[in-house]
């Protein structure tokens, strides 16, 4: 079974910037793809973005640039460092993971229960 448990979220002021923490136990998580969603209240989740086991990484197109996907193995962590933040970010944001590469798909089997990220 397992278990992910993000952190990291806030408030923060336009322009600013948030670096999530998603820690996986439970399972070796060097054999899981992973990915960062959000969900926006009132809209559908959508994905921001993915890394697979090799490290190579996915991104919504309207995020790349200001937003990292990043990942430690050794500290079975994953990260989202989110720059130049604007209301339009202002989400929960959950992180994902899966044995197979599924990139921005919804369909990951193990999610955890979020963060939420506020931006004024």
């Known amino acids: 079974h397992v278990q992910l448990v993000e952190s990291g979220g806030g408030s923060v002021q336009t322009g600013g910037s948030l670096r999530l923490s998603c820690a996986i136990s439970g399972q070796t998580f060097s054999r899981y793809c992973m990915a960062w969603f959000r969900q926006a209240p009132g809209k559908e989740r959508e994905g921001v973005a993915a890394?697979?086991?090799?490290?190579?990484?996915t991104y919504a197109g309207s995020l790349q640039g200001r937003f990292t996907i990043s990942k430690d193995n050794a500290e079975s962590t994953l990260y989202l460092q989110m720059n130049n933040l604007s209301p339009e970010d202002t989400a929960m944001y959950h992180c994902a993971a899966d044995r197979f590469n599924l990139q921005l798909s919804r369909y990951y089997t193990n999610w955890g229960r979020g963060t939420q990220v506020t931006v004024s």
């Open positions: 890394i697979d086991k090799s490290g190579a990484t």
